[in-house]
């Protein structure tokens, strides 16, 4: 069994309207039928644009969302076992608390020991993560992006989760310290034997750290692969324009044509058939009446006209 | 001569803890119709030159010279230079929702800037409104709509018109992409390439570098490390913190080497060259004494390593 199986699951926020009866007007579909597993071990990266519905993915996946529908099951407890890294190392520490009480929190909440003991474990988990445990009683201010975001790792670790899901873990640091940042996840899941769900916008970070990665667009998984395959070998036309529209540090890339024309529709009404159709240089008629489904095994894809391997992404004019 | 030569530019805030010296000293030029990139992480003062040339930073202490097409900007009195900037100099910045006017249609703000510098009647400053939006990808008809009917991308393609509106010489784009998804980031900057004016590009990301600057400049801690080509800062950085900063980037599944410690502060600055305390190379001579800009005229960089090449 895996170590986390999420089965079509739903997650819509409905749209309220009106002063005295609020009524619901309308429902943003962020995720929208994503079944997908986790194996114990593995780093699961998940990528996609803004409101693709990865990070609400993330949130249902350790139980800070209730879904509206499928199931998520994990083998373990949940609420123990199952932690999160949050992108904004500044909003997601309370600058009121002191470090150690910050990081003692779970310990708290799930009375582990005895205040002794959770200092002890506190000063263990800062050495862990490559802060200094002297720092103990200092305030959130009093450290940088890259030390805060090591507090929220220690703060994650606290319960010896199996599963930790870190949401954006890198994106607000600036380069040189995202690889200090990155490298520590790594070291800590040799040494714990962690299980990570990696969601990110930066493709080559999530290319280094992931051993499989899937891709979401509007609230759905269009691809889903080993890492190396995934990169190399794109099938689905959306995977393959993300790719070449990522940034890359080489002066001798010849600049790809740019392929995806207009911006990610809204998913409060998204588009019948396949989501991706309206975008897509290869869209035919029948993308727009029937949805794809995500088929394959090991290699999944979700298009009815696939690249095919070594196939580039043509962009097509408007208007054609 | 070049359309803009900066020399020497230092900006300075007093602040309760001392002055901190954000900018400390920084030289380049920009010769019409090339593209500058300016790279460095938060804190390096890459925003803060730039934009103190323009006046956009009221209560700075601001010195050195700053020559556009032969005039100087420092010391220039306001109204003089509000008439620079927007019709000769035009920007982009990072958060086009924060620089539109939520209440104004996008045509009446571009419009308006037509107005403000230009002896034209109403009439025919919307007619190059709707051109500019035209130009840059959005049906003209859509000049009367507002900010918030048009998506990010969108309205930094409006930020971009808008900035074109009197044809200026030069464009300032201060992270124009850090807020885009990467599909809309490609198209945003397959449209500032073909501009054809002379662009400075402000940014973090080494990828929006290598895809369209002519000349960079490295800066830290409120200096610039080094200047370079394109390709030659690419294929042979020289200044250790360039090596760094390329070397934090994933390649393959190598092990990724980051720089070591962190910025340092800008109220109390390292010794010496200020990135001695992190850098792996460092010498003795490094904490004592500030290194100039050394080496070959089309690629300096300030390290004293380079006195032994």
């Known amino acids: 069994m895996s170590l986390l199986d999420v089965s079509d699951v739903r997650k819509y926020f409905p749209i309220k309207s009106?002063?005295?009866?609020?009524?619901?007007?309308?429902?943003?579909?962020?995720?929208?039928?994503?079944?997908?597993?986790?194996?114990?071990?593995?780093?699961?990266?998940?990528?996609?644009?803004?409101?693709?519905?990865?990070?609400?993915?993330?949130?249902?996946?350790?139980?800070?969302?209730?879904?509206?529908?499928?199931?998520?099951?994990?083998?373990?407890?949940?609420?123990?076992?199952?932690?999160?890294?949050?992108?904004?190392?500044?909003?997601?520490?309370?600058?009121?608390?002191?470090?150690?009480?910050?990081?003692?929190?779970?310990?708290?909440?799930?009375?582990?020991?005895?205040?002794?003991?959770?200092?002890?474990?506190?000063?263990?988990?800062?050495?862990?993560?490559g802060l200094n445990p002297e720092h103990y009683n200092r305030f959130p201010a009093e450290f940088s992006g890259g030390q805060r975001q090591r507090v929220g790792i220690a703060r994650a670790l606290a319960l010896n989760p199996r599963l930790v899901v870190c949401d954006e873990p890198v994106s607000a640091l600036d380069v040189s310290i995202q690889a200090q940042v990155v490298n520590l996840l790594k070291d800590l899941q040799t040494e714990l034997g962690l299980t990570y769900v990696f969601i990110a916008h930066d493709l080559s970070v999530v290319r280094y750290v992931s051993d499989r990665v899937a891709v979401m667009y509007l609230g759905k998984i269009v691809e889903i692969a080993p890492g190396e395959e995934l990169y190399e070998r794109p099938r689905h036309p959306y995977t393959a324009a993300l790719l070449s529209a990522a940034s890359v540090a080489d002066p001798d890339r010849q600049r790809e044509r740019v392929v995806l024309r207009g911006d990610v529709p809204s998913p409060i009404s998204p588009p019948t058939g396949c989501r991706f159709h309206p975008r897509c240089p290869k869209a035919q008629e029948r993308c727009v009446v029937e949805e794809p489904l995500l088929l394959g095994d090991g290699h999944k894809w979700a298009c009815h006209f696939p690249l095919e391997p070594g196939e580039r992404l043509q962009s097509r004019e408007p208007g054609q | 001569m070049s359309l803009l030569e900066v020399a020497d530019l230092r900006v300075t805030f007093s602040t309760p803890d001392g002055d901190l010296r954000a900018v400390r000293g920084v030289s380049f030029a920009v010769e019409a119709g090339q593209t500058l990139g300016v790279v460095g992480e938060s804190g390096s003062g890459k925003s803060v030159s730039v934009q103190a040339l323009l006046g956009l930073i009221p209560g700075a202490r601001v010195e050195g010279s700053a020559l556009f097409d032969g005039e100087q900007l420092i010391g220039m009195p306001a109204e003089r230079l509000r008439r620079i900037r927007g019709a000769r100099i035009g920007m982009v910045f990072q958060d086009p929702l924060s620089s539109l006017h939520p209440m104004y249609s996008v045509g009446r703000q571009i419009a308006e800037a037509v107005l403000v510098h230009r002896r034209v009647s109403k009439d025919q400053a919307w007619t190059v409104a709707r051109e500019r939006l035209e130009q840059v990808g959005i049906p003209g008809a859509r000049a009367r709509d507002y900010p918030h009917q048009f998506s990010g991308g969108m309205r930094q393609r409006v930020m971009i018109a808008m900035a074109m509106a009197l044809d200026p010489e030069l464009i300032i784009a201060d992270e124009p992409t850090t807020a885009l998804d990467a599909t809309v980031r490609a198209q945003i900057l397959e449209l500032l390439g073909r501009l054809g004016c002379a662009l400075i590009v402000i940014t973090h990301d080494l990828g929006v570098i290598a895809d369209m600057a002519d000349e960079v400049m490295v800066m830290y801690a409120g200096k610039p490390v080094e200047k370079a080509g394109r390709r030659a800062l690419f294929h042979d950085p020289r200044h250790p913190y360039t090596r760094g900063l390329l070397n934090s980037l994933p390649q393959g599944k190598e092990r990724l080497k980051p720089i070591e410690g962190r910025p340092p502060s800008l109220l109390s600055p390292p010794t010496g060259c200020s990135f001695h305390p992190r850098c792996p190379v460092r010498i003795p001579r490094c904490p004592i004494e500030e290194p100039p800009m050394l080496g070959p005229d089309d690629h300096p960089d300030a390290c004293w390593l380079e006195e032994g090449r």
Not at chain 1, 18 to 23: A, C, L, M, Q, V
Not at chain 1, 54 to 72: E, N, P
Not at chain 1, 114 to 124: D, G, I, N, Q
């Open chain 1, 18 to 129: 009106g002063i005295f009866f609020r009524r619901e007007v309308g429902r943003v579909h962020a995720v929208d039928g994503v079944s997908l597993s986790v194996e114990a071990g593995e780093t699961l990266g998940v990528v996609g644009e803004s409101g693709c519905g990865k990070s609400t993915l993330a949130r249902c996946m350790t139980g800070l969302y209730d879904v509206t529908s499928g199931t998520i099951t994990f083998d373990g407890d949940m609420r123990r076992d199952v932690q999160m890294v949050f992108q904004d190392p500044y909003g997601s520490l309370n600058p009121r608390r002191r470090i150690g009480s910050i990081i003692a929190d779970p310990l708290v909440i799930h009375r582990e020991g005895t205040p002794a003991s959770r200092r002890e474990r506190v000063r263990e988990l800062m050495a862990l993560v």
